[in-house]
């Protein structure tokens, strides 16, 4: 019995030992089974986490949503510890909407390793302290600096916080404001040389800005403190600003800056605006978007890279003579004496911000060359906007050595316009972890981008950047549809003396010339120009007769809008095309 019962027992254990081994080995087979699955996946580039960032990126490439709806974010900087740190901006140049609370500046950093940052603290100004916010942000030598108005700042990091405590202090004041171009992005050397950009007033520094046929002034007095590089010393304090400290001139608006391994210094420069708006006797409709080339240059002390006199044709890849200073579309001139890009791309996609991949998490390849966000422009219209993406540029020996790749799109969604766009790219900075952070200044977000492997140098999947001769593409009438009612037979409202035809005329008019640009394709407004879809009128009574005396005259000087308008909108109207137009636009005002 003691026998039949003691065998019984063993049994049972053996039995149990068995089961247990069963248990244990199916779960490291289902382990084992799951890290093959990941490991495939990421061989083949599929091992993302849950991406809602709906970007387009080369295979092996993940983004994630690091942080959202911090405010305008501009450029950034990550620090050793990987920090995130956010410069935000407010004013016109977003229509002066509703401005975010708390300081402009956002340290951001993730402390539970999740890839999206749980910790959002903000400081410095603030909009109650007479602060508007910035773009330009660095580190260097322990302490942040940032823009702020017309000063660039600094404050000295406290240890165990990664907010600073103490006040901000004054490096350089007095930087120029207003204008076309109002911010003051920068960059700081290994020596502590603070490079600044002090971007131009105007497009191209006519008599009348942006006005049909105004000369160039000649010499062009704006370079004196605008249009260049001005350099000071970021160990020093209470520097004012000087004509005397340019570093270097001819650049209209240089916002992205990074440095090669060879320490060459970079600037991106967004090209002049309205060659066909402003000078038709040269330009053909669809130059206005094919021309010119937005550029990355090779930034050297005392250089001259052309603005205002010279602009760069992507056509014939040379500098060429601009219309205010008697070119037309094929002379030289003086351009020869001026340097021209390192790199060039597709006109009017506006690159902001700029950085050199420095770790090596990337494939080797993405340290031979610059990532460049391109926030994209309005100056295409009405033919498809371009940019709005994040490129990467191979370079070699200073250079550009190969054509651009777009490295990640999507950004702005179904519709690519300075109004409708979902997100706009602005700033560029890489972490110390390996990750390249993308700002994004329309709703605030920033974009976290890794490699989880996929081809081994990191070329499947990369699309092409288009030729820089590509054409400007179909008119964007069908895409672009006016708001319901503004055919002959849908009951659209009609001024007083004129017809539905005038309005439906109007109606094609304005989407066939720049005034989507300025106004959106419904008349929405956007950061450039006002509404044109309410009864709230800046210039005029309101009336047919009023509107149409302020498209024939233009406007000068915008009360609330950073760019003027020109007569006409910069088209060739007719005096009854004047009339078509003003109907359109007091019809959709009185919806």
Known sequence: MLASRAYKIVMAVVVGVMVAAIVVTSAENRSKAATDVTAAAAQDGQGCPANNTDLKLPTGFCATIFAEGIGHARHLVVSADNVVY???????YFGNDKIHEGGFLV??????????????????????TGGAG?????????ALYAEINDRIVKYAMTSGSIVPKGSEVTVVSGLPLGGDHP???????????LLVDVASATNSCQA????????GDNPCKELETRGGIWRYDANKTDQKFSPSDRYATGIRNGEGFAIDANGQLFVTQHGRDQLHTNWPEFYQADQEATLPAEEVLALNKSG??????????NFVQKLVLAPEYGGDGKKIGVCAEKTGPAAAFPAHWAPNGMTRYDQDKFPARYREGLFIAFHGSWNRAPYPQGGYNVVFQPMSSGKASAQCEIFADGFAGAVKSPEKAAHRPDGLAVGPDGALYISDDTKGRVYRVTWNGGSADGTAGV????SLTAPAGELEKASAKPPEGTNPDAGAPVPKGATSAMVAAGDKLYHANACVGCHGDSGQGTTIGPPLNTKEWMWSDGSWSGIAKTVTEGVEQPKKYRSPMPAMGGAQLTPQQVKEVAAYVWSIGHR
């Open 86 to 92: 956010v410069n935000t901006w407010s004013g016109r």
């Open 107 to 128: 340290a951001l950093q993730d402390k539970t390793g999740t890839g999206k940052a749980d910790v959002n603290e903000r400081f410095g100004e603030t909009e109650q």
């Open 134 to 142: 910035g773009t330009g942000i660095y580190l260097y030598n322990g």
């Open 183 to 193: 911010m003051h992005p920068f960059i700081i050397t290994s020596v502590g040389s």
């Open 208 to 215: 009348k800005n942006r006005t049909l046929k105004s000369p």
């Open 304 to 313: 001259d890279y052309g603005w205002p006199e010279c602009y760069y044709d």
């Open 463 to 466: 699309t092409a950047c288009p």
